[in-house]
């Protein structure tokens, strides 16, 4: 299976790197607008034809994958231009631009036959596959709350919001772990620097008094990775900056009972052990590759798929709504 990238800024790297140490595929063409990035990518891949034209790539006959490693405003176009030379299509999170776009994608892979992976990679890691079995095997318990924080000193986008860059890691997780879907969306933010939202929080409504919080920031003087999953049972803590035991689960909680003929409640607190599960220990984005090859050549519709990216998109533009209106409810 032959593949082309397009992009080599930020994250096409990394991608160009995995695809090139999986045995079953090789990567032939990489497009790239920047001189000094393909002048990197040169220096990397001596052997792989590196262009300034992206439809060398869209339009070789002997590409069957292209990889859209691009900002999200050229990944409607892009994509669109892939599925309709017959190649299946890898592309960065967000998905797209707008609901209306990825519905379009989806149709047009669907009529042309080609599948469509989005770049979800958290849901590869060893550690987001541990927290969905252990909120699938009930370990938790009846789920309360997810509570994320994603911020750093930067990178800033000049085409999106810190909510459309950063959010999706934690909107994918969610649509991966979580058993229900959200019903509404409040986020508020603010813009400082380049006008876009440098600093917003998002809050996620879902049946059964299930709320999810994430907050998202350019301007922390620090990196933080942090998740917070309170259930019945047991609550988790997942610490993506840890090298080691970055998944640790609390046997700690609440129970309430009311008192016979009394109007009082009585709140007994649990605290026991604390465990860190062994996880598996996997390059997410190689595996998440080599997963896209086997669901092409099996003709598997993959977990994160078109759908999958739609959904995560349609959160986004419920938030952006929610983030115009300041703050307002906004049904999904």
Known sequence: MNFGVIGYGYWGPNVARNLASLEE????????LS??????????????NVTADASDVLRSAEIDVIAVVTPVWTHYELAKAALENGKHVFIEKP???????????????LKKNLKIMVDHTFIFTGAVRKISQLVNEGALGKLYYYDSTRVNLGLFQHDINVLWDLAPHDLSIMDYVMKTKPEAIVATGQKHLNGHEDVAFMT???????????????????????????GEKRMLVWNDLEADEKVKVYDKGVHITNSDGIYEMLVNYRAGDMWAPQLDQVEALRHE?????????????PLNDGRAGLRVVKMLEAASDSLRMRGSLVYL
């Open 25 to 32: 595929l090789q990567v032939l063409a990489i497009a790239e």
């Open 35 to 48: 001189p000094a990035a393909r002048s990197r990518a040169r220096m990397a891949y001596p052997r792989i």
């Open 95 to 109: 998905f797209t631009g707008t609901s209306a776009q990825g519905e379009e994608l989806i149709n047009l892979a």
């Open 204 to 230: 996620l409504y879902f049946p059964e008094n299930v709320i999810a919080h994430i907050n998202v920031n350019w301007l922390s003087p620090v990196k933080v990775r942090t998740t917070l999953i309170g």
């Open 289 to 301: 590759l080599s997963y896209f090859v086997k669901c092409i050549s099996d003709g598997h519709d």
